[in-house]
Each structure stands twice: as structure tokens, then as C-alpha cells.
């Protein structure tokens, strides 16, 4: 009886795909030559993958905040930042001037982590089902997460540059800006209006702002 289990136990550790199975990867640097489907961008053959691959200095420096948001993300996304692909992380840098807002926006694909490096951030967001806001003033080294979907907000708190470094649980989080889905693009005004319960004369200068048409 003793020797048919063991049998069964070996029998069953040899025909598991997880301790035998001959095609562990160790990683799947993105491939660009191909698009991105849902499970990311395919692999780039193993003999091609350079030590550059997983090494990203596009966040040394911020990105350009002379703009109507006096803010800048810069991302290091699979699109950026091929050695992430397949990881299940990512990372993205925000700065924002004096007055600096990164508007309510979400990440369809990830949640995130937020480090303040250099001033002070007011961030926060609203739960999706009772549309509670939790926000917290954060000062330099405090985190903050911000659950997968959800809308959130980062607001210069202080009268000089804040940094933050963000990481998330996906190579692709996604970026939708709130404003920006209702305002830049040509989206009808009347239907703005219409669904948003937002008057003309407010929607037609946000449009103006922002570059939406219609
Ligand atoms: C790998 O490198 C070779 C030689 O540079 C190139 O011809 C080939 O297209 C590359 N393949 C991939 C998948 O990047
Ligand atoms: C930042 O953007 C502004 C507005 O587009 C532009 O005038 C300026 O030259 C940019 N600065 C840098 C350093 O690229």
C-alpha cells in the first residue's frame, strides 16, 4: 500500500507541468517588431536581449510641465521600458511646477504605489462604489497606493516642484485622463452636455482648452 503511494506521489511530481516542465523563461523582453496584445508584447528572442534592455534612464529627468496641467508624467511602460514586459510592473515619473495638477485619471490595467521625492503632494481617490474620497497630503518619503481603476489625483501641495516616482502591478497600467476623454476630443458638445449634466458655455471653453472639436 505504502509503495503504490509513493509510486502515485512520484508519478504525479513527474507529470506536473510546474517542477519539469523544460520552458521556464526568465524573461520576455518586449519585442516591438510585433503589436502588443493582451498579454503584452511577445518575446524578444533570448540572444538579442542586451543588459539595456532591462535598464531605463528615461527618469533621470522630468518630463516638460510648461503646459495647461504645469505637470508632467513620464512613463516606463512596456511601450518604454522593454525588460518590464511580462513582469507584471512598471514605473512612471511625476513632476509638477508650483500649482501643478496630474487631473483625475485612471490606470485601467494596474494598481499603484506612489513615493514622494522632492516637495509635497496632495493625493487621493474615490472609491467606485460608494464614491467615498480618501486624500492625504504627503510629504517627502510617505506612500500612497492607489487601487487598480480607480480615479485618482495628484495636486502640488507646496509653493515648489514636487517629484514622485510611481510603480505599478502591470508592464501596461493605461492612462485615461478624465478631462481629457470628455474634452479633447470630438465628441459632440450636445452629448457632453447631455451626459455629464455640464452647461454649453463650460463645456465649449474646456473643448477650447483642451483641443476638443464638435
Ligand atoms: C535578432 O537579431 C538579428 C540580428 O541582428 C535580427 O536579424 C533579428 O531580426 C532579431 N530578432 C528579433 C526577434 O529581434
Ligand atoms: C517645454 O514646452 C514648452 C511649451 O511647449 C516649450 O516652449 C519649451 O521649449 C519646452 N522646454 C523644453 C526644455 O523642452
Same mark, same amino acid.
Request: aromatic share 10%; hydrophobic share 50%.
Given at each position: 500500500?505504502?509503495?503504490?503511494?509513493?509510486?502515485?506521489?512520484?508519478?504525479?511530481?513527474?507529470?506536473?507541468?510546474?517542477?519539469?516542465?523544460?520552458?521556464?523563461?526568465?524573461?520576455?523582453?518586449?519585442?516591438?517588431?510585433?503589436?502588443?496584445?493582451?498579454?503584452?508584447?511577445?518575446?524578444?528572442?533570448?540572444?538579442?536581449?542586451?543588459?539595456?534592455?532591462?535598464?531605463?534612464?528615461?527618469?533621470?529627468?522630468?518630463?516638460?510641465?510648461?503646459?495647461? &496641467?504645469? $505637470?508632467?508624467?513620464?512613463?516606463? #511602460?512596456?511601450?518604454?521600458? !522593454? +525588460?518590464?514586459?511580462? @513582469?507584471?510592473?512598471?514605473?512612471?515619473?511625476?513632476?509638477?511646477?508650483?500649482?501643478?495638477?496630474?487631473?483625475?485619471?485612471?490606470?485601467?490595467?494596474?494598481?499603484?504605489?506612489?513615493?514622494?521625492?522632492?516637495?509635497?503632494?496632495?493625493?487621493?481617490?474615490?472609491?467606485?462604489?460608494?464614491?467615498?474620497?480618501?486624500?492625504?497630503?504627503?510629504?517627502?518619503?510617505?506612500?500612497?497606493?492607489?487601487?487598480?481603476?480607480?480615479?485618482?489625483?495628484?495636486?502640488?501641495?507646496?509653493? &515648489?516642484? $514636487?517629484?514622485?516616482?510611481?510603480? #505599478?502591478?502591470?508592464?501596461? !497600467? +493605461?492612462?485615461?485622463? @478624465?478631462?481629457?476623454?470628455?474634452?479633447?476630443?470630438?465628441?459632440?458638445?450636445?452629448?457632453?452636455?447631455?451626459?455629464?449634466?455640464?452647461?454649453?458655455?463650460?463645456?465649449?471653453?474646456?473643448?477650447?482648452?483642451?483641443?476638443?472639436?464638435?
Amino acid at each position: 500500500m505504502f509503495q503504490i503511494f509513493i509510486l502515485a506521489v512520484l508519478f504525479f511530481f513527474f507529470s506536473s507541468p510546474f517542477p519539469s516542465h523544460g520552458a521556464v523563461q526568465d524573461f520576455c523582453v518586449a519585442d516591438f517588431m510585433a503589436p502588443e496584445g493582451p498579454a503584452g508584447y511577445s518575446c524578444k528572442m533570448p540572444a538579442n536581449v542586451t543588459v539595456d534592455d532591462f535598464v531605463f534612464t528615461g527618469l533621470v529627468k522630468g518630463g516638460n510641465t510648461s503646459n495647461i &496641467i504645469k $505637470a508632467a508624467v513620464t512613463p516606463a #511602460f512596456a511601450a518604454q521600458f !522593454p +525588460g518590464v514586459n511580462g @513582469l507584471g510592473i512598471s514605473m512612471a515619473r511625476l513632476d509638477l511646477a508650483p500649482g501643478g495638477v496630474v487631473p483625475l485619471h485612471t490606470h485601467p490595467g494596474g494598481s499603484e504605489v506612489l513615493v514622494v521625492v522632492q516637495g509635497s503632494i496632495l493625493a487621493g481617490f474615490i472609491s467606485s462604489s460608494a464614491n467615498t474620497v480618501y486624500m492625504k497630503t504627503l510629504k517627502r518619503g510617505e506612500i500612497m497606493v492607489f487601487p487598480k481603476g480607480l480615479l485618482h489625483f495628484q495636486v502640488n501641495a507646496r509653493g &515648489i516642484t $514636487a517629484i514622485a516616482f510611481v510603480s #505599478f502591478s502591470s508592464p501596461s !497600467p +493605461g492612462l485615461q485622463i @478624465l478631462d481629457f476623454a470628455l474634452f479633447a476630443n470630438n465628441l459632440p458638445s450636445a452629448l457632453v452636455e447631455k451626459t455629464t449634466f455640464l452647461d454649453d458655455a463650460q463645456v465649449k471653453k474646456l473643448k477650447a482648452v483642451l483641443g476638443g472639436t464638435g
